[in-house]
């Protein structure tokens, strides 16, 4: 099956400098990466997903690249600002079910 | 509209009761998703609906973990005597849309389950 790793597990920043997460797959077949954020004790919300067949995607302030030769795909969060401070979660799938990463605790310092 | 909601939102159980979380997904969603979040960690799958089918559930645990969506709609899933370590979130998500196609799962606010 899928197997999701996601670095790092913890990540401090002071606000308005960028933040980085990366993660990696196994199952070339996976075609679907959605990052979720998870405040405390909160549903998870997606904030933004790519797609194979496309190997950048921007909204405002977040930005996903993936690179499916390597496995890898990553999110960017520029100025950040206290309110993205929250749990992150990479996401994997070929057809339906999510297959999670870990997490990244991002804390955003003022 | 109104988003997933899941009920109870906090279950306190005995070792060995048995419980029933519910789920009720976005009015018109095929497609329903029971995954399960331990302590710090990602959600990890245990079960997917198309409809009133169970197409997968083979991420339950054990066989003392059980889920139905009789009528398409409403999901409950059941944990017979329960043990320690089923303690954890388990979330509910819905998705629209044909499928297969890769459309956003829509997360509820999830169960707590503690047992003691």
């Known amino acids: 099956g899928e197997n999701v790793e996601q670095h790092p597990s913890t990540l401090s920043v002071q606000e308005g400098d960028s933040a980085v997460i990366k993660c990696t797959y196994s199952d070339s077949a996976s075609n679907y990466f959605p990052w979720y954020k998870q405040e405390l004790g909160k549903r998870p919300q997606l904030i933004i997903d790519?797609?194979?067949?496309?190997g950048e995607k921007k909204d405002q302030r977040i930005a996903v690249t993936l690179n499916k030769t390597a496995k890898h795909f990553s999110l960017h969060i520029t100025e950040t600002q206290p309110e993205d401070s929250a749990v992150y979660f990479c996401a994997a799938s070929g057809s339906y079910q999510l297959t999670f990463g870990k997490g990244t605790k991002l804390s955003v310092i003022p | 509209g109104a988003g997933v909601s899941q009920s109870p939102r906090y279950k306190v159980a005995k070792r060995g009761q048995d419980v029933a979380l519910r789920c009720d997904p976005i009015s018109g969603h095929v497609s329903l998703f029971w995954y399960q979040q331990a302590l710090g960690q990602g959600p990890e799958f245990l079960t997917y609906f198309q409809n009133e089918a169970q197409l997968d559930k083979s991420g339950l645990p054990s066989d003392r973990f059980f889920a139905e969506r009789p009528e398409g709609s409403v999901s409950t899933l059941k944990i017979q005597r329960t043990q320690q370590e089923d303690s954890a979130v388990y979330l509910c998500?819905?998705?629209?849309?044909?499928?297969?196609?890769?459309?956003?799962?829509?997360f509820g606010p999830g169960t707590r389950l503690t047992v003691l």
């Open positions: 790519i797609r194979s067949n496309v």
């Open positions: 998500a819905s998705r629209g849309g044909r499928p297969l196609k890769h459309n956003e799962q829509f």
